[in-house]
């Protein structure tokens, strides 16, 4: 890093120094004003006080139980229909991109509005109705990560091998397409599901007190707390990232060393 | 890139029963989208075109272009998604010169995962981190304060529209990075070794060559920018708690119920406005992308 930095020409090293502190002091502001009492000294107090703040546990297993049922959809729905798309129907490929550039012209806010009218009572009531709606937020991102990876994967070649060895279309989407795809489908599913544990605004004005929300409806109690939990669940979304490039770097490594299979 | 698939089709009844067959395991997830993203938009539409009664009128469109506060929500709204778009861009765009010119390759890892990372973060914890930072008493402010320059002294306002410009840089920035990249790995460097062969200066070789390949390609992502400025909601929400006058604030507390009985539809009309302009930006980025595709082989 140091002596990337000092082969940079000046301007260019003041100008990425200037982002460097733009980027990086917020967090570090937030950090310090998590650990510090009314004094300004250091303390765990507010990070201690976390557990046991009301409401926090039911809304971090709201936004997991939303989490999950929208990886479920995710996998089942959209997964199968974008390797189908590259497989079968090369010619709709623009018809799916398109649909990812529909989430931008239709945005969260102007979509709740929509949404809330259009569904019918028994599922309004639900909060899985977010989960369903999560799935087409989270659709630019499982398409485009998912779209790379099977681009950069010779399909016709994986299929005519396995179809020559015997294997049937399942099997050899089981068996040779998915393993192939490990990537790109690790970071459509962790890109989601930052998605999904960060999303305010259809959770807020669908009247569900999901983790985001929970922090703003808090704040007014206690400052401190509340930007500790917003501190937390940001660290925990950079750790499960840190965890899915490290699992994918280790697992390339061992497939060079021929130990998977 | 050609699709094999579509050259050399003839259309007859046969290719189109087996298009047809081809496309059924397709259905559900088109039957999808369209009721979860297609329905709601027909539903916005039509509501903003429908009195409380149900006629069919212009009214609620009316009351927002006559002015008040509906008018200057727009106005404003429009001007963060413009200011937000060009600053953040331009930025955006150089530090990815930077880092794209640069020889590290530790350097391009690290600035290409924290773009990524950062340019989905706007959001309820990208407000408290801001309040914790510029807010009246937040760390940057104290630190400026101690020597003398405390910005709140001089107009600065986190609270207030370019506050909140302020902080929409946060992820407006790495989001630029992101997508032009792309475009600026593409200027090959035997353009410039020819520029420089036939004599052109540096400023020459920029205001013939580069700047006029790169352009379509940096105001494309700027109309995506754009997008983003203009409609994000929970940022704001969060960091004011809603007393910034913009669209999606004023939506937001139409569906909270905070609304006039004689503007019922109001709501509607706003969300119809918003998908207009955000169709016209996504149009925009999407001619200008493929225009950059020209030169560019992205």
Not at chain 1, 51 to 72: C, D, E, F, H, N
Not at chain 2, 141 to 164: C, E, R, S
Request: hydrophobic letters at 55%.
């Amino acid at each position: 890093m140091a002596t990337a930095v000092r082969r940079l020409k000046p301007g260019r090293a003041v100008l990425l120094l200037l982002s460097l502190i733009y980027f990086v002091l917020p967090i570090y502001a937030s950090l310090q004003f998590s650990l510090e009492n009314v004094q300004g000294g250091f303390t765990w107090s507010a990070i201690r006080a976390i557990p046991s703040q009301p409401g926090l546990a039911g809304s971090v297993w709201l936004s997991t139980r939303i989490g999950i049922v929208t990886m479920i959809i995710l996998m089942l729905l959209v997964v199968p229909t974008v390797i189908y798309v590259h497989l079968r129907l090369p010619g709709m490929k623009r018809t799916m991109e398109i649909i990812t550039l529909l989430p931008i012209v239709i945005p969260p806010i102007v979509l709740i509005l929509g949404v809330l009218d259009a569904t019918p009572l028994g599922l309004k009531a639900s909060p899985y109705l977010l989960s369903l709606v999560y799935v087409v937020l989270a659709l630019p991102f499982v398409y485009r990560s998912l779209a790379a990876g099977l681009d950069a994967l010779d399909l016709r070649t994986l299929e005519e091998a396995a179809k020559s060895l015997g294997s049937g279309a399942l099997r050899t989407i089981r068996f040779v397409i998915l393993p192939n795809l490990r990537s790109s489908l690790l970071s459509a599913v962790v890109l989601s599901l930052a998605l999904v544990l960060g999303e305010f605004t259809m959770a807020s004005l669908d009247l569900w007190q999901t983790l985001p929300v929970w922090i703003v409806n808090f704040s007014g109690s206690d400052p401190h707390i509340s930007t500790a939990v917003a501190m937390l669940s940001l660290l925990g979304t950079w750790a499960l990232l840190a965890l899915v490039v490290f699992l994918d770097r280790s697992h390339s490594r061992r497939l060079r060393k021929g130990l998977v299979q | 890139m050609i699709d094999a698939g579509v050259v050399g089709y003839k259309w007859n009844a046969g290719t189109l029963l087996r298009t047809f067959r081809k496309s059924v395991p397709v259905l559900p997830f088109l039957m999808y989208v369209f009721f979860v993203l297609g329905l709601p938009t027909i539903v916005i539409t039509a509501l903003a075109f429908k009195s409380g009664n149900g006629h069919y009128t212009f009214s609620n469109i009316k009351v927002i272009l006559s002015g008040g506060q509906y008018r200057a929500g727009f106005e404003n709204s429009l001007k963060l998604g413009v200011v937000t778009a060009i600053i953040p861009g331009i930025i955006g765009t150089l530090i990815a010169y930077a880092i794209a010119s640069s020889k590290s390759g530790a350097l391009k890892r690290i600035v290409a995962t924290a773009s990524g990372v950062l340019a989905n973060f706007g959001g309820v914890n990208l407000a408290f981190m801001f309040v914790a930072t510029f807010g009246a008493v937040g760390l940057a402010t104290t630190w400026l304060n101690a020597i003398g320059l405390d910005p709140w002294n001089y107009g600065f306002n986190i609270y207030k529209l370019w506050g909140v410009a302020f902080v929409y840089m946060y992820f407006q920035i790495p989001l630029m990075v992101l997508v032009v990249t792309p475009a600026l790995n593409g200027l090959r460097p035997s353009w410039r070794e020819a520029a420089e062969g036939l004599g052109a200066s540096p400023w020459q070789y920029w205001r013939r060559v580069g700047i006029p390949v790169l352009l379509p390609s940096v105001l494309g992502c700027m109309f995506l920018l754009f997008a983003g400025g203009f409609s994000a909601y929970a940022t704001t929400e969060a960091l004011t708690g809603g007393t910034v006058a913009l669209t999606p604030i004023q939506i937001g507390a139409y569906l909270n119920g905070n609304v006039i009985a004689t503007e019922q539809n109001v709501g509607y009309a706003l969300g119809f406005s918003m998908i207009i302009v955000l169709l016209i930006a996504v149009i925009g980025y999407s001619l200008l992308l493929k225009r950059s595709s020209k030169w560019l082989q992205l």
